[in-house]
C-alpha cells in the first residue's frame, strides 16, 4: 500500500515538474515569438522607408503616387513592433539593449516620437513635394538613429 502511495506521490510530483518545464517553454516561446515579431516589423518598415531615401537621394524617380502609398505604408508600420517589447524579451535573439527596459519612458517617447513623426511625413508624401518631402524624411531618419544609437547594440 505504502509503495502505491509513494508511487503515486512520485507521479505527481514529475507531473509538477513537468508542468512547470511546460510553462516555462511556454514562456520562451512567447519571449521568441514577440523578439520575431518586433524584428519582422521593423525589417518591413525599413524596407518601404529605403525606398523613400533612394527617392531623396535621386537614386529612383520621383514617382509621386509611389512615394505617397510607401509612406502611408510606413506610417502603418511604425505602430507595429512595439508589442513585442513585453516584459521577458530582454534576452534572446535580440540587439535590444537593457536600457529600454531601465529608460522606459524615454524608449516609449521615441516611439510615440516615430509614429508622429511617420504621420507627418505620410501627409508631406501625400502633398507632391519633393523639397517638403525630404526634409520631413530627414526628421523622421533623425528619430530612427535617435532610438538605435541608445537603444540598439551595435552588429
Ligand atoms: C524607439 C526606438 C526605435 C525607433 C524609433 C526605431 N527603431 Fe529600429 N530598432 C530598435 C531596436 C531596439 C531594434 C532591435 C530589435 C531587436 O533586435 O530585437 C531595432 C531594429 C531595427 C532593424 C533591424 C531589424 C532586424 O532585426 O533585422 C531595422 C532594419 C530598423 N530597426 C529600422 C528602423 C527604421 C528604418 C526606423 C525609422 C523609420 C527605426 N528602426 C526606428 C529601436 C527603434
Known sequence: MRRIICSLCAAAVLLTVMN????????????????????????????YFSRLLQTVDGDRPFDAKQV????????MLSRLPWEGFA???ERGETRAKDDIWLEEDRFK??????????I???????????????????????????CHKSFRTQP
Do not use: W, Y
Not at 33 to 38: E, G, N, V
Open 120 to 146: 507627418e511625413l505620410s501627409r508631406v508624401a501625400a502633398g507632391g513635394d519633393l523639397v517638403q518631402l525630404k526634409k520631413a524624411f530627414t526628421q523622421t531618419r533623425d528619430v530612427c538613429n535617435a
Open 68 to 75: 505617397a502609398a510607401d509612406a502611408k505604408t510606413v506610417e
Open 20 to 47: 512547470g518545464f511546460g510553462a516555462a517553454q511556454a514562456q520562451d516561446r512567447k519571449a521568441e515569438q514577440a523578439i520575431k515579431h518586433r524584428r519582422a516589423a521593423f525589417t518591413l518598415m525599413s524596407t
Open 109 to 118: 517617447q521615441l516611439a510615440q516620437d516615430l509614429q508622429r513623426q511617420t
Open 87 to 89: 516584459p521577458g524579451t
